[in-house]
């Protein structure tokens, strides 16, 4: 997954919802993107209708996907016991998205750094 960049759901939404930045993000033509498995079950869990998840379907056969696997749940299970005494909240999908991030070794690019400025083992974009 060279120049790959793993997107949280954060960006996808604002695109979708036709925010500026986000659709300036995804139009950046120097890197592949990819979203994991998480982000899938996101943005799926958004759709409130079947219009709306068949446009889904078709919105992200455009990006590689980043399967949830045995070694991201491990890394998740340690980031979780490396963070959770420390923060005060924990979002399992963030850890999920960030614990995929480094399972393959790729820079996440968020809209909501707070929720993963925290972790010292991924890159944040």
Same mark, same amino acid.
């Given at each position: ?10 960006? @996808? ?6 925010? $500026? +930045?986000? #659709? ?12 994991? +498995? ?5 943005? *799926?869990?958004?759709?409130?209708? #079947? ?5 889904? $379907?078709?919105?992200?056969? *455009?990006? %590689? ?5 045995? &070694? ?15 923060? &005060? =909240? @924990?979002?399992?999908? +963030?850890?999920?998205?960030? %614990? =995929?991030?480094?399972?393959? &070794?790729?820079?996440?690019? =968020? @809209?909501?750094?707070?929720?993963? +400025? *925290?972790?010292? $083992?991924?890159?944040?974009?």
């Amino acid at each position: 997954m060279e120049n790959t960049i793993l997107l949280d759901s954060n960006i @996808l939404i604002a695109a979708f919802r036709r925010n $500026e +930045d986000a #659709v300036s993000i995804l139009s950046n033509k120097n890197f592949n993107f990819a979203i994991s +498995d998480i982000t899938t079950m996101e943005l *799926f869990a958004g759709c409130k209708t #079947v219009e709306k998840r068949k446009e889904m $379907e078709n919105i992200l056969k *455009f990006y %590689a996907q980043a399967p949830f696997t045995q &070694n991201v749940s491990q890394k998740a299970i340690a980031l979780i016991k490396r963070y959770a005494v420390s923060r &005060n =909240t @924990l979002h399992l999908p +963030d850890i999920l998205i960030a %614990a =995929t991030a480094l399972n393959y &070794n790729l820079p996440l690019k =968020t @809209l909501n750094t707070k929720d993963f +400025d *925290f972790i010292r $083992e991924i890159t944040l974009l």
